[in-house]
């Protein structure tokens, strides 16, 4: 079977990928960056903040971080809501580490009062967003031209074609006290070529500071990328499929998009009424008449940084229910409507996408999948997405499929961060846990057990997919000290729902921490012992 996995990824679209990466197995975390802190960062998770925990995953065994998406999303904390399809979100960057600011009392005082929100339960995204923002205008006002000088600035800002437009937008969103862009004066909304460089020119300074932002963010997510290749472990991105309406991409090149609709997810047992995400459709005619151009942008920023990449709802390539905007998402319907296009629709875009780079995509491909996506998946060469509590035969008798049979292209992980965590799963889904349990030949209980917890995630580092991927939480539950006595704090986002606690997970302990803690690496040892 291996050699002829080998054959057949030597001669698809994603074979230089996969000759950088390894066709081999590979274990590792997912993190939301957000969630993570040390005694540096500004109480939320920064990048410099990777660093240690890259080097402690090179100790235990592990050899991929999975980071939910970073890019800028402005003042809403969800990553999947971003205002730029390429632009790094500047919250994340790590001020301590910034050159001269300590010369600035101003700068000094400011820098202590991020201690306020470093010993709170969530992250206090919107305040942090606020705080940084004043920190780093300040902080470009005195150092700008130390810092533009120099040949790194000058050479991102020469090679990065995105900046200006990215610049202006977040301008006029500062402009107009960050209101939606459909509400800027008409000539604003949709500026002709000449109105569009008269704007460059009254933004000029404001659109240099946000410049600078982004140079910022790319030099120390570099040195991150850096550091974990030294260590033979790969970073895996996350490139959302879908980007705001209200974000310099559908402001900018409005073309590419079908404004009257919104994409989202027909009912199903765990969201009855369906959704409706608020995002665009792509308007594939536009998009492919100019040749990829807006994913050949993305792709190629992400390049820098990712070496593997989760393909955000992959079936959106093939089909995707959309919704006419502002209505009941249960009246929505997939677009496109005939099912026959649908295996050349995905086909034709991925292949397409794929072939703009050599990351390694594995996609997230769940929900009510069309029978046409697992073949195509396969012959492109890219992972699929194995939840092991999904993995049933649901044509038959709902029972368990065993971890040795899944495909060997796939990646297994016991949760998301859209699903409940696996203590919430089995506390809440008795009718799911119940088979599992049966499976396990174990006596079903309210609550998991240590031991059911360590074998899960043992067998879910064991199955026959190449891949192996878990949210950090799930292991630091083994140990009492890192993680939250209420299992209910573990959880990340729950869609649909508009709640203060979605994209505010914030881990019990800081970084040092959890990569000091023996009890922690004894239970790697034996989840990735073969």
């Known amino acids: 079977m291996k050699k002829t996995l080998d054959k057949e990824l030597n001669n698809c679209v994603t074979a230089e990928a996969w000759k950088k990466v390894g066709a081999r197995d590979h274990h590792g975390i997912v993190i939301h960056l957000s ?9 939320i998770g920064e990048f410099l903040d990777l660093i240690p925990l890259i080097s402690w995953c090179k100790d235990v065994g592990l050899d991929v971080i999975q980071l939910l998406p970073i890019n800028d999303t402005a003042f809403d904390p969800s990553p999947y809501n971003a205002c730029s399809s390429c632009a790094i979100n500047p919250i994340y960057i790590s001020l301590s580490d910034l050159d001269l600011w300590e010369k600035d009392p101003e700068l000094k005082e400011k820098f202590k009062e991020f201690e306020r929100y470093k010993d709170l339960h969530r992250v206090a995204y919107t305040e942090i967003q606020h705080d940084k923002h004043y920190f780093l205008k300040r902080y470009y006002s005195l150092y700008k031209e130390t810092i533009t000088e120099q040949a790194s600035y000058q050479k991102f800002v020469a090679t990065t074609t995105w900046l200006k437009p990215y610049g202006l937008f977040k301008s006029l969103k500062e402009k107009f006290h960050q209101a939606s862009h459909l509400s800027w004066p008409t000539e604003i909304q949709s500026p002709t070529e000449k109105e569009l460089d008269d704007l460059f020119l009254t933004y000029e300074e404001n659109i240099n500071f946000y410049i600078f932002e982004q140079y910022l963010c790319f030099m120390q997510l570099s040195r991150v990328r850096e550091h974990a290749f030294s260590l033979g472990v790969f970073i895996k991105g996350d490139i959302p499929l879908l980007i705001s309406p209200d974000s310099v ?13 919104r994409a989202g997810a027909p009912p199903d047992k765990y969201n009855p009424e369906g959704q409706n995400w608020g995002f665009p459709l792509f308007n594939w005619h536009v998009v492919k008449k100019q040749d990829y151009y807006f994913w050949k942008q993305r792709m190629e920023y992400a390049h820098h940084f990712y070496d593997v990449f989760r393909i955000d ?17 249960k009246l929505g319907r997939f677009t496109p409507s005939n099912e026959t296009v649908w295996e050349e ?5 991925l292949n397409k996408i794929i072939s703009l780079t050599t990351m390694l995509p594995i996609a997230e491909d769940l929900g009510v999948v069309p029978s046409c996506v697992g073949p195509v998946l396969t012959d492109l060469g890219i992972c699929g997405t194995k939840v092991m509590r999904w993995e049933r035969n649901y044509g038959t008798d709902e029972s368990v499929i065993p971890i040795n049979e899944y495909p060997r292209l796939s990646m297994t992980t016991i949760s998301t961060h859209d699903s409940p965590t696996l ?66 704090q573990d959880r990340i986002n729950i869609p649909g729902k508009i709640l203060d606690t979605n994209w505010t997970y914030r881990f019990k302990t800081c970084i040092k921490k959890i990569i000091n803690n023996v009890e922690l690496k004894e239970f790697f040892s034996f989840i990735l012992k073969k």
Request: proline content about 5%; overall charge negative; glycine content about 2%.
């Open 423 to 488: 203590a919430q799963w089995w506390r809440d889904f008795p009718e799911e846990v119940i088979p599992y349990c049966k499976y396990k030949d174990w006596e079903y209980e309210k609550e998991i057990s240590q031991q059911q917890r360590l074998s899960i995630l043992r067998d879910s580092h064991n199955t026959s997919s190449l891949f192996h991927i878990n949210l950090l939480q799930e292991y630091l539950s083994l140990v009492p000290e890192l993680s939250w006595e209420d299992i209910d």
């Open 345 to 349: 629709h995905g086909r034709s875009h």
């Open 313 to 329: 709802h992959v079936l959106g390539f093939f089909r995707i229910w959309s919704v006419l905007k502002d209505c009941d998402p």
């Open 35 to 43: 969630s993570i802190y040390s005694e540096n960062s500004c109480g």
């Open 249 to 261: 991409d559908v402001w900018y090149h409005p073309d590419n998009f079908i404004l009257d609709f």
